[in-house]
């Protein structure tokens, strides 16, 4: 079985920064797409970077500029970076990854439970 834990989101101010991480753990063979999205009250969950396994990587254009998506292969951890912070940028923010696990022949998509992020003004 495979999960996905994130931590590192809490209260920041507009302009700050914040890192989040997502651990990985369980029986994983191998970790193909993980990133990173996020779902405002009353808002559909969205998209807001992705890292491949080659760490080609894509960001919301309302990210962009500001957040940088990172993966520890060694540790199957990824990171997300928030800089210049604002306050449409609080949300619950999840993780996501597309996982192997040794007891399976295929990959999967896996999802952490998610950390809130509460940008303040």
């Known amino acids: 079985q495979v999960q996905l834990v994130e931590s590192g989101g809490g209260l920041g101010q507009a302009g700050g920064s914040l890192r989040l991480s997502c651990a990985a753990s369980?029986?994983?063979?191998?970790?193909?797409?993980m990133g990173w999205y996020r779902q405002a009250p009353g808002k559909q969950r969205e998209l807001v970077a992705t890292i491949t396994s080659y760490d080609s990587t894509n960001y919301a254009a309302s990210v962009k500029g500001r957040f940088t998506i990172s993966r520890d292969n060694t540790k199957n951890t990824m990171y997300l970076q928030m800089n210049n912070l604002k306050p449409e940028d609080t949300a619950v923010y999840y993780c996501?990854?597309?996982?192997?696990?040794?007891?399976?022949?295929?990959?999967?998509?896996?999802w952490g439970k998610g950390t809130p992020v509460t940008v303040s003004s």
């Open positions: 996501n990854a597309v996982i192997r696990s040794y007891a399976s022949s295929g990959y999967a998509q896996n």
């Open positions: 369980g029986s994983i063979f191998s970790i193909a797409h």
